[in-house]
């Protein structure tokens, strides 16, 4: 389909052609799937509709399996009938990439067992939340090393990349787990690492389930801090903001210093870093962890917080959009990544050019330094620079017009190209039309590598197609 035409709150197809379409499908359906397939109308719908609300593409039928061998069976049916194939977990995608228009949607949300505790790693089924997860090693002092800022994403697909708490130093969650279990596009139920299938291994991590759906997961545990010292610290404009970033990337007085970007009441904008200390016991004094730094002293805030009450803080926010109904608008969010060279001439640009509105009355720019190093998943791409941010633009907006969500959806489009043009790179879950060539251009010198994986895993290009790649 025509990038543009699924840009603009796509209409759902009619209860008719469903009706007309799954009793055909239906007549072949594999005996092992016939009590875990479905056609309901609740079911449609769901699957036609992600975290975005923007684009909506409705199956021809539902699998919710109960096994790693019901998703491998779901995925040879949708070959042999020709059609494509998309896993959904918590369906917290913002431009429908997990959806399959007229094909079929495997739902994994019903594969969230934990399977296996040590002191160094957990075994999860792919549906388990990372909320799940904490609350499997939390009582045991273990915690995964990067954990998403928004705890209800389902493992399997939060490992496309994952940014989150501990990637400044840890990496993206797919640089932290250890092995997974994956149906390839065969139809193949495969376990894969660093010392198993390896390329396979590479080419799931960060591959936008191009070569396979990943079924479980051992990720990598840590001992998780005591308690969390948390700093708000407030800057007078971004170049203040980005020497501290800097300062504190160079160092390591804190564990996790992530900056936001927000819309003043009275105009113009706020600029705020957080940054948190993990306590294994004693807490360094604030006066040395806070020494040098740029702030505005005088509206500097200090908490102490558990682990778990640090990692859950966007609960609040969550609360209150689901009270005022903007949890269930569109959510035209770009994420990016831009060079430490460029960063200040593009965030600065883009302040000059977005309005407050663009991003809604709760939304904001985050703006977070990273160290390339610590990012080793082969398929992520990266600007060259050594410090590099992630950019991103966190649109809540306060209404559902499909013009006004087009205008920011174009605006994407343009700041995207601008982050390209200075030498930066695609969190690929943005809502953006991306087509073939656009797809090509992102993965750069590693598409080769990704087009021999796709040939090699997913012959008839069975899975995923919300990622129009091949």
């Known amino acids: ?131 799940e997860v904490l609350a ?94 948390r700093h708000l610290l407030f800057y007078p404009d971004l170049r203040s903001m980005q020497r501290d970033q800097r300062l504190l990337a160079a160092g390591h007085r804190f564990d996790v210093v992530t900056g936001a970007i927000l819309a003043a009441p009275a105009g113009g904008w706020i600029f705020r870093l957080d940054a948190a200390e993990y306590l294994m016991g004693t807490a360094a004094l604030d006066e040395a962890v806070l020494a040098g730094l740029s702030d505005d002293q005088s509206r500097r805030k200090a908490s102490t917080l558990s682990y778990f009450e640090y990692l859950n803080r966007l609960s609040e926010l969550e609360t209150l959009l689901r009270d005022n109904g903007q949890w269930f608008l569109p959510h035209p969010w770009l994420m990016t990544f831009i060079g430490d060279t460029q960063v200040e001439a593009v965030v600065g640009d883009t302040l000059t050019r977005l309005s407050p509105a663009d991003l809604g009355p709760l939304g904001q720019i985050s703006l977070s330094a990273i160290s390339r190093r610590s990012i080793t998943s082969p398929l992520v791409r990266l600007p060259a620079d050594d410090l590099c941010y992630a950019f991103n633009l966190v649109r809540i907006p306060a209404t559902d017009h499909a013009k006004e969500i087009t205008r920011l959806i174009e605006d994407n489009r343009a700041r995207y190209g601008q982050v390209c043009e200075s030498g930066g790179t695609l969190y690929p879950v943005s809502a953006l039309p991306m087509d073939h060539e656009d797809w090509r251009r992102h993965f750069g010198s590693a598409f080769g590598r990704l087009s021999d994986a796709k040939r090699r895993f997913d012959p008839t290009n069975v899975l995923t197609p919300g990622y129009p790649i091949f």
């Not at 949708?78 to 399959?100: I, P, T």
């Not at 399977?115 to 549906?127: F, P, S």
């Open 1 to 131: 389909m025509d990038a543009t035409r699924r840009s603009v709150l796509l209409a759902s197809v009619g209860s008719a052609a469903v009706q007309t379409a799954a009793p055909a499908l239906a007549e072949g359906i594999p005996s092992a799937l016939r009590e875990q397939a479905r056609c309901d109308e609740p079911a449609h719908t769901a699957a036609a509709d992600d975290f975005g609300h923007i684009v909506h593409e409705r199956p021809s039928f539902i699998v919710q399996p109960r096994s790693s061998g019901d998703v491998a069976a779901a995925i040879r049916w949708a070959s042999a009938k020709g059609l494509h194939l998309a896993a959904q977990g918590q369906r917290h995608s913002v431009y429908g990439r997990a959806m399959a228009r007229d094909g079929i949607v495997v739902v994994m949300s019903g594969l969230r067992t934990i399977q296996d505790l040590q002191a160094d790693r957990i075994v999860v089924d792919a549906g388990a939340t990372w909320r």
């Open 136 to 229: 499997a090693t939390l009582p045991h002092g273990l915690a995964p090393p990067v954990v998403t800022e928004y705890l209800d994403l389902s493992v399997g697909g939060t490992l496309v990349g994952g940014v989150g708490s501990g990637t400044q130093r840890h990496g993206l969650q797919s640089d932290n787990v250890l092995a997974m279990d994956v149906v390839t596009g065969a139809g193949h139920e495969i376990t894969c690492s660093a010392q198993s299938h390896a390329e396979l291994f590479n080419m799931v991590r960060a591959g936008l389930g191009q070569a396979a759906i990943i079924t479980r997961a051992t990720l990598k545990l840590v001992p998780a801090p005591q308690q969390v010292r």
